[in-house]
């Protein structure tokens, strides 16, 4: 969905190094959210934001750090890269006035390859 | 604990032929249940959703999926594939306790064949 960007595309990066991902969207929706894409394992979050001033930890945020600029902004930061965090990483939103439970929104992912 | 199965990793079906991915959840909290598509290089796309009111819910590109509270299932079905629908199905559900948050099965990999 052009609506939902994330940069870089792809990102070959080394064992220790910081490395920063970013998701931007115009869709206007309040609600942001981080996921990684495994083979086999599906879709796992790593971190939400239901507003600028709100974030949460999913189920698989140690390693990983995130940073809710604007309400149109959410940002993924690994500290320090590892091998096994080497995955397919997706950004979404979501509008929480949607009536009932709203649909996530996904950007194009980027490809993370940790050396 | 709240989740959903695909219990098939691959489906492979000829064109024309009618279609059906997976999905089972868990009976404990909500069934809210969605179905989203995967095209290679390309981020989820949204499909269908159901929330509550008819078993029987429509979405894009042809694709509908029938809720059925008895066998917990939640199959993503269509009449007659096409090659363009060749692409990676993931069912998931909302998980209560608070928010919008998705638990997403393995994911099916579809392949239809001339």
């Known amino acids: 969905d052009a609506d939902v960007t994330q940069t870089p595309r792809n990102r070959i990066t080394k064992t220790g190094k910081r490395i920063m991902l970013e998701c931007s969207q115009t869709?206007?929706?309040?609600?942001m959210y981080w996921y990684r894409q495994d083979p086999g394992l599906g879709l796992r979050l790593i971190y939400y934001?239901?507003?600028?001033?709100?974030?949460n930890k999913g189920e698989i945020s140690d390693g990983y750090s995130v940073s809710r600029q604007a309400q149109a902004k959410f940002s993924l930061s690994l500290e320090s890269a590892i091998p096994n965090q080497t995955a397919l990483y997706f950004c979404?939103?979501?509008?929480?006035?949607?009536?009932?439970?709203?649909?996530?929104?996904f950007g194009p992912g980027t490809r993370l390859l940790v050396l | 604990a709240q989740s959903v199965a695909q219990p098939e990793d691959q489906v492979n079906v000829a064109e024309g032929n009618p279609l059906t991915v997976k999905c089972t959840y868990s009976?404990?909290?909500?069934?809210?249940l969605f179905w989203y598509v995967q095209y290679p290089n390309r981020g989820l796309q949204f499909l269908l959703k159901?929330?509550?009111?008819?078993?029987l819910v429509k979405g894009s590109y042809g694709f509908e999926a029938e809720f059925n509270k008895s066998q917990t299932s939640f199959h993503l079905k269509k009449p007659s594939a096409l090659v363009s629908d060749s692409a990676l199905y993931f069912c998931?559900?909302?998980?209560?306790?608070?928010?919008?948050?998705?638990?997403f099965g393995t994911g099916t990999q579809l392949k239809v064949e001339l």
């Open positions: 979404a939103t979501s509008d929480s006035r949607t009536a009932g439970w709203e649909t996530q929104y």
């Open positions: 009976v404990s909290g909500n069934p809210y």
């Open positions: 869709k206007g929706h309040d609600r």
């Open positions: 159901y929330i509550t009111g008819d078993n």
């Open positions: 998931a559900r909302i998980l209560t306790g608070g928010g919008n948050k998705l638990t």
């Open positions: 934001s239901f507003d600028v001033k709100d974030i």
